[in-house]
Each structure stands twice: as structure tokens, then as C-alpha cells.
């Protein structure tokens, strides 16, 4: 992606305009960022995949006792004809192709932030009502009409004992109908308020952003794993360390202690050790690189592939047409030459064939960094391809 061109995702301006002016900072409303957009599921295609067991969803409906709220997965919903219920399914990305795609357009934001598409349905008058969220968003309008009203007020004071977050004092600074194809980004805490004016649906491509407790505990069990890996044959939990770091093998030693008259104390050699060795698992970019890397693409509990197709071998006949292609579950991420594909550390490093793989998600085969795959890398992505991570496409 030329992330210096004007995009007309982004009604205009460039990618690095949006992230240096808006990302994080300010909403954006965009009139016709994509225009005359359709989505792939319809209506009936959402009331569909909320029956499924894998599928995240959330029924929100206000009635005379307030809101209400029902997870998934949904047999019966209320009727088309009813006022005020929406319907919220979370990660459609997982389990459609088109919305996995329609996600990728904005990649131009690193797949370390992006999260999920979600895509919500409603009834005339439905919505979740005026809250915030704590990450940044893209609304995209879909379907129909949202009448979306927002704030940048400083007081988030939610609504206590509601079963979803509520803002007591919403105060509307600025108001949009929105049409298909028109789409809003809100940056995080931005107060807002989208109703829906007729039947109407709305996708919302959903960030993320770690707080730096899990960053830092991250961190923790990583090293942990990296220990307890390099005790190895000495009682580790692996029989071959594969991760690089310090050996702490060797057991505490004392030999010139003396005679004690209070054993109850925790004696000071015993701390010192405990000091030094952890003074020796080394807190820098390897080990956040491995942390991140694993963690990042780890893949959600409800992402499902379909077994490759046994009767192709890459190592034997990579073809010469059609494209290898990443499943849209599949996560695969680098640094350097450290390759990481659904929570798992890659086998051999990311050399500049694999790394443009992880960045376009395909690769065409006869281009030519396809004809350059070493025998070890189409080894790896023969494996790929057997898991369904990868597909070869005519
Ligand atoms: C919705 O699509 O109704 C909810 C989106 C949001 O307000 O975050
Ligand atoms: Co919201």
C-alpha cells in the first residue's frame, strides 16, 4: 500500500496523513469511503452465523425496564418488525473471506493493532447506546441508516449496575447520519451514540492495544519458558531447549555457611542467588521480540481451517500459476529473521521471500521471489499448506 497516496478509504488523504493527524487523536468523519459499498452477508447471513456455537455474539435490547443484554449463540431473535434490539457479532474476519478482505484495507495500521471486524444488525431505534471504548474504531455503515451523535467530553462516569457500559451523562457535541459506505473513526474514550434509523447494519473494524501490565507479564512467561527450555535434559520440561538464554542449571551452593542460632531466618546467601539469578534472563528485544511475536499471532479459540489438499506437494511441484495465498485465520508475523505463524515460532528464518509473504499475504508463484524459495522454505509452507494456513489458488 502507498501509504503517501491520497485514499479515498480515508476520503482523500493519505495513510500517513489520517495517522499523524487523527490516529489516536480525533474522529474523522468520511462521506463515501467506500462508495457504493455492499456487504457480503446480508441481514439473514448475520441472523445465520449467530446460531453457531464459534460465533461471538451479543443481543442488546432496550425495554421499559432499561437495557438488557444476551450472549450467543442466538436460535431465535426477535422479530424484523420489533423496535430497539441490535445484534453484535464479534470477529466476523474469522469466518468470512470478504470481511477478512474488507479488514485488510486497513493495513496500512500494523497487524499488531488490528483486532477484529465485528458487524452489528439493528431495528429502527436499536443500538448499545452512548458509551465509550477503550481502543480505536472504524464504522463503516453498511446497511441502511445510523444516526451517530459523539463527544469528546472528559466525564466517562458509566451508569452502575447495567449489564453493558452506559455513559450517565452523555452530552452530543456533534451529529451524522450515516449512509452506506460513509464510514466514522472514533479514537479511544471518544463518547458516542450510533441508533439505528430503519433496519440497518454497521461493521466495525475493531483495534487493539495491550496495557502494559500484560506486556510486562508477557515478558515474565516468556523468560519463564526460556528457563524452565534451557534446563533440558537436567529436569526441564523439553527434551530439546530450543530457545536461547541463560542456563540456570547449576544448584544453589553454600559451602561456607556457618552454624546457625536462628533458623527460622531466610538466610542471605539463599537471596543473593535468587537476585543473581534472574539478574541473568536478560529483559531485551530477543525476548519481548519472541513474547510478542508468539503472543500476537496466537490464534483465538474460535479460528477453524480446513485440512490442506494432500494430493500437492510444494517441495515436489510448486506450481507456476495461480498464487499461494494465507487462510484468513492465519496469523504470521516478523522481526529481522524471526518468522512467527499462529503462535508458534517459525522453523527457519524470515528471509526476504517469507517476510513479503507475512506483509501481502500472498505470493504469486511465478513472481520472482517464488522461483528463489529455498527447499526449506517450501518445505515449511508445503507443512503450512497441509495444516490449511495456506492455499494455493489457480
Ligand atoms: C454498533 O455497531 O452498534 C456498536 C458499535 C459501537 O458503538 O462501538
Ligand atoms: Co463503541
Known amino acids: 500500500m502507498k501509504i503517501d497516496q491520497p485514499l479515498t478509504l480515508l476520503g482523500g488523504i493519505s495513510p500517513q496523513h489520517f495517522m499523524r493527524e487523527y490516529w489516536q487523536r480525533k474522529p ?123 463527544s469528546q467530553q472528559e466525564d466517562l462516569t458509566l451508569e452502575p449496575g447495567l449489564p453493558l457500559k452506559i455513559l450517565q451523562n452523555f452530552q452530543a457535541e456533534e451529529e451524522f447520519v450515516l449512509e452506506p459506505g460513509d464510514m466514522l473513526y472514533l479514537p479511544p474514550h471518544a463518547a458516542h451514540d450510533g441508533v439505528a434509523i430503519g433496519n440497518c447494519m454497521t461493521i466495525s473494524i475493531g483495534f487493539r492495544a495491550p496495557t502494559l501490565a500484560t506486556l510486562a507479564c508477557g515478558m515474565l512467561e516468556t523468560a519463564n519458558d526460556q528457563i524452565l527450555a534451557n534446563l533440558g535434559d537436567l529436569g526441564g520440561l523439553y527434551a530439546n531447549p530450543v530457545i536461547p538464554g541463560p542456563s540456570l542449571s547449576a544448584t544453589f551452593k553454600d559451602p561456607d555457611t556457618d552454624a546457625t542460632t536462628t533458623p527460622a531466618a531466610l538466610p542471605d546467601t539463599l537471596l543473593k542467588a535468587t537476585v543473581d539469578a534472574i539478574a541473568k534472563v536478560k529483559f531485551d528485544k530477543h525476548l519481548a521480540t519472541r513474547f510478542l511475536g508468539q503472543w500476537l499471532t496466537d490464534l483465538p479459540a474460535n479460528a477453524y481451517f480446513e485440512p490442506g489438499n494432500e494430493d500437492l506437494d510444494l517441495t515436489v511441484a510448486m506450481p507456476t500459476t495461480g498464487k499461494l495465498v494465507l487462510d484468513r485465520c492465519t496469523r504470521l508475523m516478523y522481526r529481522d529473521k524471526q518468522l512467527f505463524i499462529n503462535g508458534e515460532v517459525a ?29 526449506k522454505e517450501l518445505r515449511m509452507l508445503n507443512e503450512w499448506q497441509l495444516e490449511g494456513w495456506l492455499h494455493h489458488i489457480d
Open 28 to 150: 474523522l468523519l468520511i462521506r463515501q469511503a467506500i462508495p457504493g459499498f455492499k456487504p457480503s452477508l446480508s441481514i439473514a447471513n448475520i441472523k445465520q452465523l449467530v446460531k453457531r456455537e464459534e460465533v461471538e455474539s451479543r443481543l442488546i435490547w432496550q425495554d421499559e425496564n432499561g437495557w438488557n443484554m444476551k450472549t450467543g449463540p442466538f436460535d431465535r431473535l426477535p422479530a424484523a418488525s420489533k423496535p430497539n434490539w441490535s445484534l453484535l457479532a464479534q470477529s466476523v474476519d474469522l469466518h468470512d473471506d470478504a470481511t477478512a478482505a474488507l479488514m485488510r484495507q486497513f493495513r496500512f495500521i500494523s497487524d499488531a493493532r488490528l483486532d477484529d471486524a465485528m458487524i452489528s444488525i439493528a431495528t429502527d431505534g436499536g443500538g448499545v447506546g452512548p458509551h465509550f471504548d477503550s481502543y480505536d474504531v472504524f464504522l463503516l455503515q453498511a446497511h441502511g441508516q445510523r444516526r451517530w451523535r459523539i
Open 347 to 375: 522453523p527457519i528464518p524470515a528471509s526476504s521471500r517469507l517476510r513479503q509473504l507475512a506483509d501481502a499475504r500472498e505470493l504469486l508463484c511465478g513472481s520472482d521471489k517464488a522461483t528463489k524459495l529455498k527447499q
